[in-house]
């Protein structure tokens, strides 16, 4: 499985980005699919994050309320609509699937629970 994340940039702060991941591979719509990010000077963390049979995705608190991931099965893609941008949440972003395997709520937020990364893109908010 191939992920290839697009759509990041500079932005002000109160602004809005969408991203998105295309996966290739025929089971897509199976896959769990999740955003993490890194922010210079810190570890990845997990942004969101959505298991294929359940709609409602889950959301890093600090993102909670401005950040929706989406999912379009049919062209294999998953979104991250971001709005009310702050600086704080500059970053590289990648996009992550668990790509044969079901992953229990606890588990979203695992990186090592992701068996194929996308590439990552910028985002930078400016103050």
């Known amino acids: 499985v191939q992920l290839q994340a697009s759509g990041g940039g500079l932005v002000q702060a109160g602004g809005s980005l969408r991203l998105s991941c295309a996966a290739s591979g025929r089971s897509f719509g199976t896959y769990t699919m999740a955003w993490f990010r890194q922010a210079p000077g810190k570890e990845r963390e997990f942004v969101a994050g959505?298991?294929?049979?359940?709609?409602?995705?889950n959301y890093a608190d600090s993102v909670k309320g401005r950040f929706t991931l989406s999912r379009d099965n049919a062209k294999n893609t998953v979104y991250l609509q971001m709005n009310s941008l702050k600086p704080e949440d500059t970053a590289i972003y990648y996009c992550a699937a668990a790509v044969g395997k079901y992953l229990v709520t606890s588990a979203l937020a695992l990186e090592n629970q992701y068996n194929a990364w996308g590439q990552g893109t910028q985002v930078t908010v400016s103050s």
């Open positions: 959505n298991r294929w049979n359940i709609g409602e995705p």
